[in-house]
């Protein structure tokens, strides 16, 4: 379990205003931080842009999300984009699950020292306090990439595997792909602001 905060208006709004919004909303981690109040009004300020909305445990459980995707999947389909309310490892169930789907996260989620229970194995999250995975097709570059790069690539991989580690996929280049074909690829072209890790643990 994990801590996360709802990220600011600023940076959440300009990406999902006046589109049609499917809504994940996980609740696993309440018992150490999860913003139940700050997140029902956020969603409440969406009005008529939302669709429909998943209320679940446990967000980060690849097989529990896949049913709630077949239940909703009429909503799912009319959906411009999909915001998730959870963690980072949630964020990153849900887009591998609909990888031909835009899908946002509304959280930052926090660092926390000590054992923080189970969490799914095929994803991490780095708690960076600063969430990248709105720019990045639902890939963390800070967990996943080596050199923790956050402004692409970083031209020394070898057919789609890092340079660093040549057994591990480049994740840059999987990003890549992903907003390509999302037709997203002007994304890449955003050039990010420096990491602030004065909210995340050193790397």
């Known amino acids: ?10 940076e959440i709004l300009p990406l999902i205003s006046s589109k ?10 309440r018992d150490v931080h999860y913003p139940v109040q700050r997140a029902g009004e956020f969603i409440d300020g969406l009005k008529q842009q939302v669709l429909g909305k998943a209320t679940l ?3 980060c ?5 896949q049913e709630y995707i077949r239940a909703y999947a009429d909503q799912l389909e009319k959906a411009e984009v999909v915001l998730v309310l959870s963690c980072g490892v949630g964020v990153q169930v849900v887009c591998s699950l609909l990888e031909d789907r835009t899908v946002y996260t509304g959280c930052d989620t ?5 054992f923080q229970g189970l969490t799914a194995k095929e994803y991490d999250c780095e708690q960076c306090g600063e969430c990248y995975l709105n720019y990045t097709g639902g890939m963390c570059p800070v967990a996943l990439c080596s050199k923790h790069l956050l402004n692409g690539p970083c031209g020394g991989s ?6 660093v580690d040549p057994d591990m996929p480049c994740v840059w280049q999987q990003i890549v792909d992903r907003l390509i074909k999302l037709g ?12 602030n890790w004065n909210v995340s643990p050193a790397p």
């Not at 379990?1 to 600023?10: F, G, R, S, W, Y």
């Not at 459980?61 to 999300?65: A, G, K, S």
């Open 61 to 65: 459980h690849r097989e529990f999300v």
């Open 110 to 114: 926090l660092h926390l020292n000590g």
């Open 57 to 59: 445990d446990y967000l």
């Open 1 to 10: 379990m994990l801590a996360v905060q709802i990220k600011p208006d600023e």
């Open 184 to 195: 997203r690829g002007d994304v890449l072209e955003r050039l990010g602001a420096p990491k």
């Open 20 to 29: 049609r919004i499917f809504v994940f909303e996980c609740l696993g981690c």
């Open 158 to 163: 070898q057919q789609g595997k890092c340079e």
